[in-house]
């Protein structure tokens, strides 16, 4: 979530709230356009946002946010908007008059010109996060994941906005990896791989830069999850949710013939445990079969604590809210037994004035065996199992 003031959090929640949209369009040669509420179509901005294509609870996404929108008064001698930069920001105003405001920035995003369309004065169009920017070649080389994603931003045009020492401490993130231009043929690519190993997933933060957002959760001295909001009953709109909770407790991977597991038996108590099963990784393909049971374990270590409960919910809506989040919905139409539900955000669609959408969504599973997933007395067994993406 982004980091906001306390009289934000606080009008945020509130029925009624008072706000305004303020940015820039910059063309590609430079020329600059102000973005304001006077020339923004009522019910035309929105951000729709995905851990991955599927919106699923899962490593590896690398899905750009789409920003959809439609200016007024541009008129037929106006310039294209192809490649064109959008940078906007969201105020919040005090209570008590419009001299004051929280802003919360919106993101960065380029302009798609395939989806540009005019009526009349009119011009709609949709632009992307600098995610696209990562369909480019890769090259044959042997590095720490580390040095291998700086030098893809490089190439890119893309600041990294993470240290070594941040990147390193994610799951794995020390590993020294090949990669096989066969296999791993855009930088896209590699940022998918590396986020399937390190448990986490590309995003571009509001600054324009790359980061990744570990699948994690912070936890209380009882192992509740802690949410960075809480959406009570007032503010919402609609829900449906789950009558489970879900978690992810191993790893599969089928690699040369071999099926290989993670090594830790972990179990979990009144809620459903998970077994994804991921696809062979070409970052692992210099390894041996031990070592890659290593990688399994350390990422499902990482990831079993994350506890969710599916849930789908329209509210008023809170543009500080990142996929990722977790947040606790809590009143109104929630089951009386537990009061309440808590799931991440994995995916969303926040619109300026409109209701905003967010849904946790675990992986679709199938039952398994536990014969077909034990296969050593060390690995993990389970009722559910998650086929591969």
Same mark, same amino acid.
């Given at each position: 979530m982004y980091s906001v003031t306390e009289r934000y959090s606080e009008n945020i929640a509130k029925n009624v709230t008072f706000t305004a949209i303020s940015g820039t369009i910059t063309m590609t040669d430079g020329t600059t356009l102000e973005i304001s509420d006077r020339n923004i179509r009522e019910g035309s901005l929105s951000i729709n946002s995905k851990i991955n294509s599927n919106g699923e609870f899962r490593a590896g996404g690398v899905c750009a946010d789409e920003l959809s929108m439609s200016l007024l008064n541009y008129g037929d001698g106006a310039q294209s908007l192809d490649g064109a930069e959008v940078v906007l920001e969201f105020r919040l105003y005090?209570?008590?008059?419009?001299?004051?405001?929280? #802003?919360?920035?919106?993101?960065? /995003?380029? @302009?798609?010109?395939?989806?540009? +369309?005019?009526?009349?004065d009119t011009v709609s169009f949709k632009a992307y996060d600098r995610l696209v920017l990562f369909d480019r070649s890769t090259w044959e080389m042997t590095n720490t994941l580390y040095n291998l994603i700086s030098a893809a931003c490089g190439s890119c045009g893309v600041p990294f906005g993470m240290s070594q020492a941040e990147f390193e401490a994610l799951p794995n993130g020390g590993l020294t990896v090949p990669v096989d231009t066969s296999r791993v043929q855009t930088q896209r690519d590699l940022l998918m791989y590396a986020g @399937?190993?390190?448990?986490? /997933?590309? +995003?571009?933060?509001?600054? !324009?830069?790359?980061?990744?957002?570990?699948?994690?959760?912070?936890?209380?001295?009882?192992? %509740?999850?802690v949410p960075v909001r809480e959406l009570q009953g007032n503010i919402r709109f609609s829900t449906e949710f789950s009558d489970s909770t879900a978690r992810v407790t191993a790893f599969i991977m089928n690699r040369n013939g071999v099926r290989l597991t993670s090594r830790n038996r972990i179990t979990s108590s009144g809620s459903d445990c998970l077994t994804l099963e991921w696809t062979e990784n070409p970052l692992?393909?210099? %390894? +041996?079969?031990?070592?890659?049971?290593?990688?399994?374990?350390?990422?499902?270590?990482?990831?079993?604590?994350?506890?969710?409960?599916?849930?789908?919910?329209? /509210? #008023? !809506?809170?543009?500080?809210?990142?996929?990722?989040?977790?947040?606790?919905?809590?009143?109104?139409?929630?089951?009386?037994?537990?009061?309440?539900?808590?799931? %991440?955000?994995?995916?969303?669609?926040?619109?300026?004035?409109? +209701?905003?959408?967010?849904?946790c969504s675990m992986p679709t599973t199938v039952a398994a065996s536990a014969a077909a997933v034990a296969l050593s007395d060390d690995e993990d067994v389970t009722d559910r199992v998650q086929p591969k993406s």
């Open positions: 005090a209570v008590g008059g419009f001299s004051e405001y929280d #802003s919360v920035p919106l993101g960065i /995003f380029v @302009v798609d010109g395939s989806t540009i +369309k005019r009526q009349a @399937v190993l390190t448990n986490s /997933f590309a +995003k571009i933060n509001r600054a !324009g830069e790359l980061v990744f957002v570990q699948l994690t959760c912070t936890q209380d001295d009882h192992g %509740m999850v692992l393909s210099g %390894m +041996k079969d031990s070592d890659v049971r290593d990688v399994l374990t350390t990422a499902v270590s990482a990831i079993y604590r994350c506890i969710n409960r599916a849930y789908k919910a329209e /509210f #008023s !809506g809170d543009p500080a809210l990142d996929i990722g989040d977790y947040v606790r919905l809590r009143g109104g139409q929630i089951d009386t037994k537990r009061g309440y539900g808590t799931g %991440m955000i994995t995916s969303q669609t926040w619109r300026y004035r409109g +209701k905003h959408t967010i849904q």
